[in-house]
């Protein structure tokens, strides 16, 4: 992966009606926060924030400035509806756990 | 051998579902391919798949799918219900597909073109929070085949392409821990040397001390 001129990634927005995949292609060395920017999304979305929400790649969250890896799929996440302190008394309740892994 | 295996998974719909009792369809093909299964345990398949691998193989249909492995509706896809998911990330190491985007206490959401309906994640779910509902087409900017041969090269191709990441990633993670294990290694043998060097400097006037009983100074010659 490593070493590649152009790096082929996605972007990707997904809401439970439209999951939004940018497919794009930057030059090496480039940052998370310029495939967001480059993407569109920002634009089209305006209630994404980046200063905000967490953002990553493949499910693992990333910073705004890390650097990209030919395939990655990059992920502008959404908050949680549901409040998390009140999911885990429910999920005791149920004798379940969240878990690690 | 690995023609007919060949051969043999490109009939396979690639849901990658494993109610055959083999870890991917491609393994599934191969068992097919060497006689050491029937081919009559793939249900995304269906009768369509069913009767190609008849053909194929020149082994018999007529038992149909074996109805122990559960029923499958070609279309339906994995879809989250938001109130619920707590963001435990249980249904994204458990899709073969990548077909699931969220992280640690992040919204999980899937997308839709990518779901092969294989169910698996529905298990792990520890708020019982996914559902199967037929596909609505909601994915926006991948150009996608709805099915037959094309939507499986693309679930086969996706699956591959997730099975090689976690692959590099495994090689990654060793790989730092060899570092790691040969820092403390390397870290381990300085000390032991110095150990021995210091040993030896005490063995060294030790030894002197043996051949020279009296204190210098304190015997009369």
């Known amino acids: ?101 | 051998m690995t023609v007919l295996a060949d051969r043999i998974d490109a009939l396979l719909p690639q849901t990658q579902c494993r109610r055959c009792g083999y870890p991917d369809c491609r393994k599934y093909a191969e068992a097919i391919a060497t006689g050491a299964t029937d081919i009559n345990r793939c249900p995304p398949g269906g009768q369509e798949t069913l009767q190609a691998l008849a053909k194929l193989t020149g082994r018999t249909a007529a038992a149909g799918i074996d109805p122990g492995l559960g029923g499958f509706t070609p279309g339906h896809v994995a879809v989250i219900i938001e109130p619920l998911c707590i963001g435990c990330t249980k249904c994204i190491q458990a899709c073969p597909v990548d077909a699931i985007v969220g992280a640690a206490k992040q919204m999980h959401t899937v997308i839709e073109a990518l779901c092969t309906g294989c169910e698996l994640c529905i298990p792990p779910c520890p708020v019982d929070c996914i559902r199967m509902q037929p596909a609505r087409g909601t994915t926006e900017g991948m150009v996608v085949p709805v099915s037959g041969n094309k939507q499986a090269d693309f679930f086969r191709a996706h699956y591959r392409a997730r099975s090689a990441r976690l692959a590099r990633e495994q090689t990654e993670r060793h790989a730092r821990l060899r570092r790691k294990e040969f820092a403390a290694g390397a870290r381990e043998e300085v000390i032991a040397r110095r150990k021995a060097e210091i040993a030896a400097a005490v063995a060294r006037v030790r030894a002197k001390r043996a051949q020279q009983p009296s204190k210098p100074g304190g015997g009369s010659r």
């Open chain 1, 1 to 101: 992966m490593a070493g590649a001129e152009i790096l082929r990634i996605e972007v990707v927005y997904a809401l439970p009606d439209t999951q939004h995949v940018i497919a794009m292609e930057l030059a090496a060395g480039a940052s998370v926060r310029t495939a967001i920017e480059r993407s569109g999304l920002l634009q089209k979305f305006p209630e994404i924030r980046l200063a905000h929400d967490k953002v990553g790649i493949f499910g693992r969250v990333v910073k705004l400035d890390d650097g990209l890896d030919d395939g990655d799929r990059l992920e502008i996440y959404r908050p949680l509806v549901r409040d998390p302190k009140e999911a885990r008394r429910e999920l005791a309740a149920r004798g379940k756990t969240m878990g690690r892994g």
